[in-house]
């Protein structure tokens, strides 16, 4: 009942737009005010913090039905859901959620993610944007690159001391003194990225997220966001499927209709398998979650398994409506540039391939060059 009445929501309300709105740089804050009123916003977090007490399930069938219909608006759905929110919900004081989470809640503000640096993309440990106590606050200064230039808060991670334990999470806000965006450039997908920079940023005690030593919780918070990157790719793959079926039952060429041809309906049936196949472990992973956070395994196996199909299945769709799905006209060609983002972002396809050898031989693989020992001898001439 759930997925239908999304599924109507979105018929009635999006669908038209959604040509124009995948095409627009910016955040579809209206499609939020929107969402937040039907209750889409917040559907895994508590109702005593304002959510709709809902699974991790629940949100995944809003993504894929908002989808259906309007592509960019399922962002919607997974920035209030998945992301950053879902770390600020989960960690955040009671304080913190009435300044920070209720204006997400009720659509009024956007959040992003800040932890990408120039030096730390994949080796996201080696973060250098530094917290220095001042008072009872902290003064913060560095940089980050890739956020959405335009939210109007910002969860960044930061480093409160060396190595791994040192590092922890603050909220900034995008009109605190100290703090701005450099060059707005473009992604692939036509969204907008910017450089940010924090000069002396001073953060009061009360808007710090997680102290030293928070990076697990904070990575275990990540899986969520995994797990909207994922359905997502699931679902623009769907998206693209559904169109490439429908032109292949209406376009004709040598006089039939092309889903009369073996060499696509082969396409169809290969694109078939792997949707299949990707929205079972993507259930796997969010069921198992129920109303917590996904686990590390099944989270890092569904998003390797969505990304790849998401991908592979948009841009098979892309050749099957020959020139025209080269064109703008439909969004077959901004689901296969944007679903190619998502093999990156969130934990690239190497990188989740990496933690899963972790995960089946049961041992850590360090990914950096060994060291020395400190007598070793001089490798002679
Ligand atoms: C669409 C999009 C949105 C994003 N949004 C945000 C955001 O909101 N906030 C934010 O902080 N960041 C964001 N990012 C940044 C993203 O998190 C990083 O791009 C990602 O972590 C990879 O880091 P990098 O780009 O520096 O690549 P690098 O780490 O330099 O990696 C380059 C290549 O080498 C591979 N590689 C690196 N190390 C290994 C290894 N040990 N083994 C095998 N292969 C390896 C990588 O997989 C990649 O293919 C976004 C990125 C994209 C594409």
């Not at 629940?58 to 608006?73: F, H, T």
């Not at 890739?146 to 603050?170: E, K, M, T």
């Not at 924090?198 to 919780?217: E, H, I, M, R, T």
């Not at 209406?250 to 041809?261: A, D, H, I």
Request: glycine share 10%; with cysteine; proline share 6%.
């Amino acid at each position: 009942m759930f997925r239908d009445s999304v599924a109507a929501f979105a018929r009635k309300e999006l669908a038209a737009g959604a040509l124009a709105r995948a095409h627009t740089p910016d955040f579809p804050r209206d499609v939020a005010k929107l969402m937040a009123r039907t209750g889409l916003l917040g559907i895994t977090m508590p109702e005593v913090d304002g959510g709709g007490g809902g699974t991790l399930m629940d949100a995944v069938l809003a993504i894929e039905q908002v989808a259906q219909y309007c592509p960019r608006s399922a962002d919607v759905v997974a920035e209030g859901n998945f992301g950053a929110i879902r770390v600020l919900a989960h960690f955040g004081s009671a304080d913190q959620k009435r300044r920070f989470l209720a204006p997400l809640l009720s659509g009024e503000e956007v959040i992003a993610v800040a932890m990408t640096e120039p030096n730390a993309g994949s080796a996201t440990t080696d973060l250098e944007t530094t917290a220095t106590p001042d008072g009872e606050g902290f003064r913060i200064n560095g940089s980050k690159v890739f956020p959405n230039p335009h939210a109007d808060q910002y969860l960044v991670y930061v480093r409160y001391g060396p190595r791994v334990d040192g590092i922890g999470s603050v909220m900034i806000r995008r009109d605190t003194p100290g703090f701005s965006t450099g060059k707005i450039s473009k992604f692939m997908s036509g969204a907008d990225w910017a450089p940010i920079f924090f000069d002396n940023v001073y953060v009061p005690p009360q808007d710090v997220l997680l102290s030293a030593g928070g990076f697990k919780k904070q990575i275990a918070g990540f899986n969520a966001e995994r797990i909207g990157n994922a359905t997502r790719s699931l679902a623009y793959g769907q998206y693209c499927f559904d169109a490439a079926r429908d032109y292949a039952m209406t376009r004709s060429q040598f006089g039939r209709p092309l889903c009369e041809f073996q060499g696509l309906q082969w396409k169809f049936a290969d694109m078939k398998v792997k949707l299949d196949a990707a929205r079972l472990l993507l259930y796997r992973a969010a069921t198992n979650a129920d109303k917590g956070f996904p686990a590390a395994d099944e989270t890092t196996i569904a998003k390797l398994m969505c990304n790849q199909t998401g991908f592979d299945v948009a841009n098979e769709a892309l050749q099957i409506m020959g020139g025209l799905g080269y064109t703008q006209e439909t969004l077959v060609e901004y689901c296969v540039r944007r679903s190619r983002g998502w093999m990156i972002a969130g934990g690239s396809i190497e990188m989740l391939k990496n933690r899963l050898a972790e995960i089946i031989f049961e041992r850590r693989f360090s990914q950096r060059p060994p060291r020395m020992p400190p007598h070793s001898p001089i490798p002679g001439p």
